[in-house]
């Protein structure tokens, strides 16, 4: 039981590349979170998804899109990447009547 | 506003003393209230969640809920070095998608 993964957890960019994080888990949640974390800021939601087939923007979604893949599957793509999108990206899943949110290990995205 | 607030520190407090956590919440819909534990570097993990007023203890931390003045606290009693990180208030309102609301992050540091 791997829980929450994250593929890749280090990335450089240059401005205008594009790219996808991938996020999977295997513990049957679903719903899945894609947040970003900058210093000071705490974790803001990007997208998320509340079950498959369906998605729906968080509080900074601008620049980002995602594909729930399947139930395990959560992707997050950036289309041209900016120097504002350098963060730390954390994918989180929550299951029914479970009260908490599994996170991964993080993605440190760096875009020059 | 920021819908979760909480002080950003750093808090520092000797090996054994009792550490007090605060956060404040600007939504009176919001139904439960979490305590993640994030070590640098590391993802998010979760401490204690809390949807009652009152207190709710588990071993060396409590958590406090008061609805009526919107505010959250955890204390970690016997603190330990161990303990040094930084602690994230979350906030879940009603009828979201199980989503999560973060405040900005408290840093602790327990002094040996």
């Known amino acids: 039981n791997a829980g929450v993964t994250q593929t890749p957890k280090f990335q450089v960019l240059k401005t205008g590349q594009s790219m996808t994080l991938q996020c999977a888990q295997d513990?049957?949640?679903?719903?899945m979170y894609w947040y970003r974390q900058d210093p000071g800021m705490g974790l803001r939601l990007i997208y998320y998804?509340?079950?498959?087939?369906?998605?729906d923007k968080g509080e900074v979604p601008n620049g980002y899109n995602v594909s729930r893949l399947n139930k395990r599957e959560f992707s997050l793509r950036l289309e041209s990447a900016a120097p504002s999108q350098t963060s730390v990206y954390f994918c989180?899943?929550?299951?029914?009547?479970?009260?908490?949110?599994?996170f991964g290990p993080g993605t440190r995205l760096t875009v020059t | 506003q920021k819908e979760v607030e909480q002080n950003s520190g750093p808090l520092s407090v000797p090996e054994g003393a009792i550490a007090s956590l605060n956060c404040t919440y600007s939504d009176r819909g919001s139904q439960s209230f979490f305590w993640y534990r994030q070590y640098s570097g590391k993802s998010p993990e979760l401490i204690m969640f809390i949807y009652s007023n009152g207190d709710k203890e588990d071993g060396r931390f409590t958590a406090q809920l008061n609805k009526a003045s919107q505010y959250v606290s955890l204390l970690i009693r016997d603190s330990q070095p161990s303990d040094s990180a930084t602690y994230l208030c979350?906030?879940?309102?009603?009828?979201?998608?199980?989503?999560?609301?973060f405040g900005s992050g408290t840093q602790l540091t327990v002094l040996p």
């Open positions: 979350a906030v879940r309102r009603s009828g979201s998608a199980r989503q999560l609301t």
């Open positions: 998804s509340a079950s498959e087939g369906t998605t």
């Open positions: 513990m049957n949640h679903n719903s």
């Open positions: 989180a899943s929550v299951g029914t009547g479970v009260h908490e949110q599994y």
